[in-house]
């Protein structure tokens, strides 16, 4: 079956045509919520309300968007209400594995020197993610690590076309700043993200 195919069947109560859809995404949607929480445990929690939100939210999917973009809005609009939960609970901040860093930075080859450069490039990345708001998190996420134009941004989370760039813009900018500050990252800004981070598979 096509993915609409499977969608239509979901909403005719299909559990087994659901389950595809969860096996499809199930490891773009964990991704985005560990970038979106920094802890894996949590991630996995998330990913399961996302799943959720998605299987009880399928009867009011009109289909104006791709399946995968309203999967993508439920997942961030999932993890945002985490962090503001998790912050009401007063747990702290989060933390970002190295292994599960924003970026990818090429592959650094034999060089000792480049793969310790690297490795703190995916730091410096981490730790510049963490430090931006869930809401320009959550844009910069969508536009960089899924690949959503900003009308498809726009369009899944219910925003102006215009709000969408100018969260983007500053979150890109504080990103900016954040690894100028912490040093010799100027040539690796996030405007060059999309062409280094690859897309998840």
Request: glycine content about 6%; some cysteine; overall charge negative.
């Amino acid at each position: 079956m096509t993915e609409q195919e499977l969608v239509l069947a979901a909403r005719r109560g299909d559990d087994a045509a659901f389950e595809e859809l969860v096996r499809a995404y199930e490891k773009k949607v964990y991704h985005l919520s560990l970038r979106m929480c920094g802890d894996p445990d949590d991630a996995l929690e998330i990913a399961q309300e996302a799943f959720l939100s998605a299987w009880r939210g399928l009867k009011f999917f009109r289909g104006d968007s791709s399946f995968s973009t309203w999967l993508y809005r439920l997942t961030s609009n999932a993890a945002i209400d985490y962090l503001r939960r998790k912050r009401r609970q007063g747990e702290g901040s989060v933390s970002l594995n190295d292994e599960d860093a924003f970026v990818e930075p090429p592959d650094p080859g034999p060089s000792p020197q480049r793969r310790a450069e690297n490795q703190e490039l995916r730091e410096a990345l981490s730790l510049g993610l963490r430090a931006l708001s869930a809401e320009h998190r959550q844009v910069l996420l969508l536009r960089e690590l899924q690949g959503l134009s900003y009308e498809e941004i726009a369009g899944a989370l219910e925003l102006d076309l215009g709000t969408v760039k100018s969260r983007i813009a500053r979150a890109r900018d504080k990103l900016r700043k954040y690894l100028t500050q912490s040093g010799n990252f100027s040539d690796y800004l996030p405007s060059n993200v999309p062409e280094a981070a690859g897309r998840e598979g």
